[in-house]
């Protein structure tokens, strides 16, 4: 039997399998070789008694279930999952998925919300892009579909937080945290209220939910997640007279960075003076600008990685009321992504985020000896400057904000404006940030990795 697993009968091999799940098992059918090279022509000798008349042949699969009986003991459907495992039987799985289907579509026509007026609108929808007819291949469909329906059942609520509904429900608290389930009432949602999918729910990106997505759940008397999620601030002077406004005031006057909760944005509006507010991704230099400046920092939001849906809410309403906006993150993959994440979505300007800053930092670190970290991954394209892209992945080099924190600091001086701020200025540990305070996105390593190749 050893031979029989000779590459010379792969291809043999490949094509009964394939003829034999297409049909079921069945035997009735045969299979071609073309193409026939001499160890190919030798083993088919070998194993049916006769030599193929020509590079090509075509042989049934009775002849070869009966050869493997007479030669190893096996028949067909026992050596192939030997040699490749269990056969699929596709007309079964086919049949299957046909059945799941229309118990899916049961269930919705004919459960608990079968009377809702937007339910055949629903499931019109679950119909045409697919995502039912995946469910009905996915294990967890049913199961799925079910706690959809039972929270949609729920709904509307007595403003509570989503994982207090989804509990309730279902006994899970993360059974709405950005899975099919929240997909499919999502949809239903967006149906019943006259907003459009592509709209609200087929939103699903790295960056937070959409102010869409929040209302769309604050209708049905459910809240997002609006305490855990906070947005650094800081220089933020409001001017109007809600307990936020009069918060974000006194740390202004203070030069105290302060979280601000996605509670506190939704209850109460900011009133701010048209001056333009500038974007960070770390919060290390949200610290060096309390540690130099104090008072005298301009506006400065943070979002601290990835940003969440604070920043979002509050980024969006100042973009929103015309206030202008100045982002800048990290030179690496992530933080071309998140600038151009808030660039798209507030109409922001780049801050000291094109190609000549991230050049003029590498060589001014390369100058200084510090071994930067390789970049890891594509370059996404940079359109606010198309040539920051390519030469960042010419160079291969990540350049942290860290690296910019002089002239970062200096833009944000309301006395000296925009410039350099000088070396001699500052206490050897003022570049610190203070204690507790993050320095990076969570889970990042030590920034540490390969020098800068040399200029030229």
Not at 54 to 74: I, T
Not at 207 to 229: I, Q, Y
Not at 431 to 456: C, V, Y
Request: charged share 25%.
């Amino acid at each position: 039997m050893a031979a029989l697993a000779d590459s010379a009968y792969g291809r043999l091999w490949d094509r009964a399998r394939h003829a034999l799940e297409r049909t079921g098992g069945s035997l009735e059918g045969s299979i071609e070789l073309a193409g026939l090279s001499a160890p190919e022509r030798k083993a088919l000798t070998g194993l049916l008694g006769r030599a193929p008349a020509r590079e090509s042949v075509r042989v049934k699969l009775a002849e070869l279930d009966e050869c493997l009986l007479r030669s190893a003991g096996v028949d067909l459907v026992v050596w192939l999952e030997s040699v490749g495992g269990p056969l699929r039987n596709r007309p079964a799985e086919r049949h299957a998925r046909r059945s799941a289907l229309e118990s899916l579509r049961m269930i919705v026509e004919h459960g608990t919300l079968a009377e809702r007026p937007w339910v055949g609108d629903w499931l019109d929808s679950l119909t045409r892009d697919g995502l039912l007819a995946k469910m009905a291949r996915d294990e967890t469909g049913f199961d799925d579909l079910a706690a959809a329906i039972g929270i949609l059942g729920a709904l509307p609520a007595d403003d509570i937080p989503l994982a207090v509904l989804a509990a309730r429900v279902t006994g899970d608290t993360k059974r709405l945290t950005m899975t099919r389930v929240r997909t499919l009432v999502e949809r239903s949602l967006a149906i019943q209220v006259g907003l459009t999918v592509d709209a609200v729910v087929e939103e699903r990106t790295t960056t937070g939910a959409s102010l869409e997505r929040r209302m769309l759940w604050r209708h049905f008397g459910v809240r997002l997640d609006d305490v855990s999620s906070t947005v650094l601030v800081l220089g933020l002077c409001a001017v109007g007279d809600t307990p936020l406004d009069r918060w974000l005031r006194d740390a202004a006057g203070l030069g105290v960075a302060m979280s601000v909760t996605l509670a506190q944005l939704e209850r109460w509006a900011i009133n701010l003076p048209s001056d333009t507010v500038h974007v960070c991704e770390n919060p290390a230099v949200v610290g060096a600008a309390v540690h130099r400046l104090g008072p005298r920092s301009k506006p400065l939001l943070c979002t601290a990685g990835v940003p969440n849906d604070a920043f979002w809410l509050l980024a969006e309403r100042l973009g929103i009321s015309g206030t202008p906006l100045m982002v800048r993150a990290d030179f690496d993959p992530a933080g071309i992504t998140i600038a151009r994440s808030v660039m798209d979505r507030t109409g922001a300007s780049p801050w000291r985020f094109g190609t000549s800053n991230y050049v003029d930092a590498a060589h001014e670190a390369q100058r200084r000896g510090l071994a930067l970290p390789g970049l890891v991954g594509p370059v996404p394209a940079t359109p606010w400057d198309v040539a920051l892209a390519p030469a960042m992945a010419s160079a291969g080099v990540v350049v942290f904000e860290e690296l910019l924190v002089d002239e970062l600091v200096a833009d944000l001086d309301t006395d000296l404006g925009a410039g350099l701020l000088a070396p001699g200025l500052l206490a050897p540990d003022e570049d610190q940030p203070p204690p507790g305070t993050p320095t990076g996105r969570a889970g990042e390593a030590p920034r540490s990795g390969t020098a800068l190749p040399p200029s030229t």
